[in-house]
């Protein structure tokens, strides 16, 4: 069983531009969820898609977007970015049920990509 | 105020040594996780282990285990016998709800540093 992949890896924006990063979840993770993580933070939930659709969201303004295919990869997209855009984000993935751990349903993370908008 | 707080923000530890890395949480939801992850440098956070709310004994992962102590709403993380790779970043993350569709609150972390 592959993990979750993110990429780029890392990338280098100016403020204003817009940005695009990409996940690869796990076969049969139809449920994917996006964090931000800046420096020196926990991972703040950004939001998650469900089949293909958004179906919750953090406090995140509507320049940050997503989309979810069919083959289990995602986009998170954000537009006119801003300096405190800054930050890792983290993609993460689960089955219909989870990893089923003692009764949880277990988020698989990605690596990240992190953005250094300046 | 902040569902997750993890009031230590770096610890150091001597190789083969038990830590406890504190976790306090604030929920009114009678049914709810709690998980803690570890973030190495590379970045991915990864699954150490797990406690639900109505879980009666505490949960155990190998050198990993959770005291979970629900009066006190906290739910420390204990690593017994460190090693010089336990090093890294540790998250008391949150997941309100039965149903695991809520997104988990994390807490700031704590850097564990373990010193051979």
């Known amino acids: 069983e592959t993990g979750v992949t993110q990429s780029p890896t890392h990338l280098i924006k100016t403020r204003g531009q817009q940005v695009t990063l990409r996940c690869s979840s796990q076969s049969g993770h139809n449920t994917v969820s996006w964090y931000q993580q800046a420096l020196g933070q926990g991972p703040q939930f950004i939001f998650q898609y469900y089949r293909e659709e958004e179906n919750g969201r953090g406090n995140f303004p509507p320049r940050f977007s997503g989309l979810q295919f069919p083959n289990y990869s995602s986009e998170l997209n954000v537009n006119a970015l801003e300096l405190d855009d800054s930050a890792l984000y983290l993609c993460?993935?689960?089955?219909?049920?989870?990893?089923?751990?003692?009764?949880?349903?277990?988020?698989?993370f990605g690596a990240g990509s992190r953005l250094t908008v300046l | 105020a902040q569902k997750i707080t993890q009031t230590q923000p770096g610890m150091f530890v001597q190789e083969k040594e038990a830590v406890t890395l504190d976790c306090t949480y604030d929920t009114s939801d009678p049914s709810y996780g709690l998980f803690w992850y570890k973030q190495p440098s590379s970045g991915e956070m990864i699954f150490l282990i797990y406690q639900g709310s109505y879980d009666q004994q505490n949960a155990t992962e190998g050198r990993y285990s959770l005291n979970f102590q629900k009066a006190r709403k906290s739910a420390n993380l204990v690593i017994s016998a460190s090693q010089l790779g336990d090093s890294a970043m540790y998250f008391c993350a949150m997941r309100e709800g039965g149903s695991g569709n809520t997104p988990l609150v994390f807490g700031k972390g704590t850097r564990l540093s373990v010193i051979a």
């Open positions: 993460a993935s689960r089955r219909p049920g989870g990893q089923v751990v003692s009764g949880a349903n277990v988020l698989t």
